[in-house]
């Protein structure tokens, strides 16, 4: 019995399907969680896609539309977040939070990696608060 054999070029292509992945391909509206570096502090990122907001005002421009991404309300650009916080998602309530915390250590502990979250977080020193 012999089978028909297809050339590998002429089989059809189909997309492979995985329950649970998230398609990294466009990205997705929403909240993340993200770190800028190996061993620093999480922060949130918040990504959508809509007009250019005005660096100095934070007012939309009359620009086209595009993806976006801000790291603890911060102008990021999108592709150093994604698709690598594609896979960590929080709600927006818990990235006021890190946005909250960045604020506070900026004016109360300006050295520590939670003011500047592109440093490495080091638990023995003093100049990181210990976060309960």
């Known amino acids: 019995m012999r089978n028909e054999a297809t050339p590998y070029a002429d089989q059809a292509v189909r997309p492979v399907a995985v329950a649970g992945a998230v398609d990294v391909t466009r990205p997705a509206e929403g909240y993340y969680r993200f770190r800028l570096r190996s061993g620093s502090v999480f922060g949130g990122v918040r990504i959508w896609y809509g007009a250019p907001l005005d660096p100095v005002t934070g007012e939309e421009l009359d620009r086209s539309w595009r993806w976006q991404a801000l790291f603890n309300g911060e102008p990021i650009d999108l592709d150093r977040v994604w698709p690598t916080c594609a896979g960590d998602p929080i709600t927006e309530d818990e990235y006021q939070t890190y946005r909250a915390r960045q604020q506070w250590a900026a004016q109360n502990a300006p050295r520590s990696a939670y003011a ?10 003093t100049n990181d608060p210990q976060l309960f």
């Open 116 to 125: 500047d979250p592109r440093k490495r977080i080091d638990p023995l020193s």
